[in-house]
T-cell receptor, first 115, second 112 residues
Framework: DQQVKQNSPSLSVQEGRISILNCDYT??????FLWYKKYPAEGPTFLIS?????DKNEDGRFTVFLNKSAKHLSLHIVPSQPGDSAVYFC??????????????FGKGTKLSVIP | ETGVTQTPRHLVMGMTNKKSLKCEQH?????MYWYKQSAKKPLELMFV???????ENNSVPSRFSPECPNSSHLFLHLHTLQPEDSALYLC???????????FGPGTRLLVL
């Protein structure tokens, strides 16, 4: 059973417009959420994160929103640029015991920004 | 550049072979991780090391054997793998267990 779901496998957006990537989770013990970006032939690159005590975190063109009651988070990219074309992974962190934390990943959403 | 390197980048091996994947981190991280990404599946955590001690083994088959000789190096020893083990194997490091993880480029493994 997937605890972190990215229901859209792909998304196409025109350059300059807003890209909105969505992520839903089921485990209420998750307390920290991250977005990673992955280009082909490279490992995931950390993009932005948010703690469960916040509902918004902004870093330049990237903003992550967290709705705890809906167990939903989203990543907004504005304005979208062709270089943003990549696969975006949502990840959630929870304490797994004995001082250890685990990251649970979604399957990813492939974003294509069209010039 | 995340400060985490992995070698080899690509590996093809037969089911009777023994090979090792290597991960090296240059950022003074205390925690290191092995993940597996199969096609159309989320990243799956395999092993976690904290200060060279293994803290997580996510029910990984014994044909995968990790080794962490020091805080900068992490190995994944492979033997008698199955074709379904073909995947992208990613190493990551973080300053501490709770901190953000930074990934290497991965090793694309094909088991024939």
């Amino acid at each position: 059973d997937q605890q972190v779901k990215q229901n859209s496998p792909s998304l196409s957006v025109q350059e300059g417009r807003i890209s909105i990537l969505n992520c839903d989770y089921t485990n209420s013990m998750f307390d920290y959420f991250l977005w990673y970006k992955k280009y082909p032939a490279e490992g995931p690159t950390f993009l932005i994160s948010i703690s469960s005590i916040k509902d918004k975190n902004e870093d330049g063109r990237f903003t992550v929103f967290l709705n705890k009651s809906a167990k939903h988070l989203s990543l907004h990219i504005v304005p979208s640029q062709p270089g943003d074309s990549a696969v975006y992974f949502c990840a959630a962190s929870s304490y797994s015991g004995a001082g250890s934390y685990q990251l649970t990943f979604g399957k990813g959403t492939k974003l294509s920004v069209i010039p | 550049e995340t400060g985490v390197t992995q070698t080899p980048r690509h590996l093809v091996m037969g089911m009777t072979n023994k090979k090792s994947l290597k991960c090296e981190q240059h950022l003074g991280h205390n925690a290191m991780y092995w993940y597996k990404q199969s096609a159309k599946k989320p990243l799956e955590l395999m092993f976690v090391y904290n200060f060279k001690e293994q803290t997580e083994n996510n029910s990984v088959p014994s044909r995968f054997s990790p080794e962490c000789p020091n805080s900068s190096h992490l190995f994944l020893h492979l033997h008698t793998l199955q074709p379904e083990d073909s995947a992208l194997y990613l190493c990551a490091g973080s300053q501490d267990l709770q901190e953000t993880q930074y990934f290497g480029p991965g090793t694309r493994l094909l088991v024939l």
